[in-house]
């Protein structure tokens, strides 16, 4: 019998299972999809934390976390009526959803030679189309941004759909010139500082702009 090429991925998938079954960890038994999102937040952090001071033993830890986080949702779906899906089967539909949107990569040769995609910003600019195609389904370009982001994150992507689709121009929203991230940081803490000392609430404040500009983004959908 062959052995397995990812035996420590295999062991730890295996020291779950003995947590969630019968006779094993009472609280891992009992937890759903539900009460480990809080976990997931937390961790999801910890890991960009680790990434940005460029710890190794950091990154390795928190990836292992991130990656435990993966494989308990993948248990509790696999004992859940109407969910039943596996680890394996979270594997085999990213495989399938990574080469579906790298046709440049994975598709015949007349299909890259069509797509023309020799590097990063080609494949940027054809991003969006790739997932159109994977999902026909969705009808506006802010179908799929989690309204949940922090509201700086969320900027980022509601402006770069905008832009998309017409309603803003490049730069359009960039009057303020700064040279690096050093620079960006000490004049956005300014701002939150500016805020709180006039009992202001920065993160609603964006929030509530980029509301403003979503209806205009659906309302331009509209009108095409």
């Given at each position: 019998m062959a052995s397995s090429p990812n035996p420590k991925l295999d062991e730890l998938?295996?020291?779950?299972?003995?947590?969630?079954?019968?006779?094993?960890?009472?609280?891992?038994?009992?937890?759903t999809h539900e009460s480990l999102v809080k976990y997931l937040v937390e961790e999801t952090y910890e890991l960009i934390d680790a990434i940005e001071t460029g710890?190794?033993?950091?990154?390795?830890?928190?990836?292992?976390?991130?990656?435990?986080?993966?494989?308990?949702?993948?248990?509790?779906?696999?004992?859940?009526?109407?969910?039943?899906?596996?680890?394996?089967?979270?594997?085999?539909?990213?495989?399938?959803?990574?080469?579906?949107?790298?046709?440049?990569v994975f598709g015949d040769s007349a299909a890259q030679a069509e797509l023309n995609i020799r590097s990063a910003d080609d494949v940027r600019a054809v991003w969006d189309d790739f997932k159109a195609t994977e999902k026909p389904h969705r009808s506006s370009v802010l179908d799929g941004?989690?309204?949940?982001?922090?509201?700086?994150?969320?900027?980022?992507?509601?402006?770069?759909?905008?832009?998309?689709?017409?309603?803003?121009?490049?730069?359009?929203e960039a009057p303020v010139p700064v040279s690096d991230e050093t620079e960006l940081g000490g004049l956005l803490l300014?701002?939150?500082?500016?805020?709180?000392?006039?009992?202001?609430?920065?993160?609603?404040?964006?929030?509530?702009?980029?509301?403003?500009?979503?209806?205009?983004?659906?309302?331009?959908?509209?009108?095409?």
């Amino acid at each position: 019998m062959a052995s397995s090429p990812n035996p420590k991925l295999d062991e730890l998938v295996a020291v779950l299972r003995r947590l969630r079954a019968p006779g094993g960890c009472a609280w891992d038994r009992e937890q759903t999809h539900e009460s480990l999102v809080k976990y997931l937040v937390e961790e999801t952090y910890e890991l960009i934390d680790a990434i940005e001071t460029g710890d190794r033993d950091e990154l390795l830890e928190e990836l292992g976390d991130v990656l435990y986080q993966v494989i308990f949702h993948a248990d509790i779906a696999a004992e859940t009526p109407g969910e039943a899906f596996t680890l394996e089967d979270v594997a085999e539909h990213m495989t399938k959803k990574m080469i579906g949107r790298h046709p440049h990569v994975f598709g015949d040769s007349a299909a890259q030679a069509e797509l023309n995609i020799r590097s990063a910003d080609d494949v940027r600019a054809v991003w969006d189309d790739f997932k159109a195609t994977e999902k026909p389904h969705r009808s506006s370009v802010l179908d799929g941004i989690p309204q949940g982001m922090p509201a700086l994150a969320l900027a980022d992507k509601v402006i770069g759909r905008a832009e998309k689709l017409g309603v803003l121009s490049p730069g359009e929203e960039a009057p303020v010139p700064v040279s690096d991230e050093t620079e960006l940081g000490g004049l956005l803490l300014a701002i939150v500082a500016s805020a709180r000392t006039q009992g202001l609430d920065a993160e609603r404040a964006l929030r509530t702009t980029l509301r403003s500009l979503q209806d205009e983004i659906r309302e331009a959908e509209t009108a095409r």
